[in-house]
């Protein structure tokens, strides 16, 4: 699993218009290809009559699998710039269709690099970009009117509460980077005079938005 790594905030569609002709970029997280090629199949199940639906991905710890499809653009003008996209964003596992619905105007070459590319990029800035970082979650139990006090020390110092469990107390899951486990025993031991002993338990994602 790898340490951190920058994706889309979640799955979205975007639009845009040139020359008449409609742009409709759509953009999934896509964890393996098969997941990224079922998106593109269904995208193109969706929107039959489209004139093109091109797409790129980009999945994989060293982006191994990449994909690029013009579907009927003349060749490099649409998967390509697309698929270019998501790299100059440094992001991974990720799919991306691009469909075209044919305005009247012809766009050349030139044109349909900076429109391919163009509606991936505008929809990547309005979805937003999300940084992943890899964390262990810390557990330690309190008791309920101890509660406000740990999330506003948690809150104070940036840490993200990963999950809550009330039973007879409350179990808080907490995101801890690797480097910082140490640190935050001490510091959890020292706010709880010693009452509070850490658990360290899986380890997991958590995501920041960077966009």
Known sequence: MLDDYLTIRKNGEHEIVIQKSRFICTVIRAETEQEAQDFIAKVKKKNWDATHNCSAYLIGERSEFQKANDDGEPSGTAGVPMLEVLKKRNLKNVAVTVT???GGTKLGAGGLVRAYGGAVS??????GIVERKLATLISFTISYSQLGKFENLLSQKGYEIAEKEFTDEVTLSVFVDQADIENFTLWMTEVSNGQVTCQLGEK???EKDVS
């Open 100 to 102: 075209r619905y044919f």
């Open 122 to 127: 505008e929809a990547l800035n309005s979805i």
């Open 204 to 206: 997991k994602y958590h």
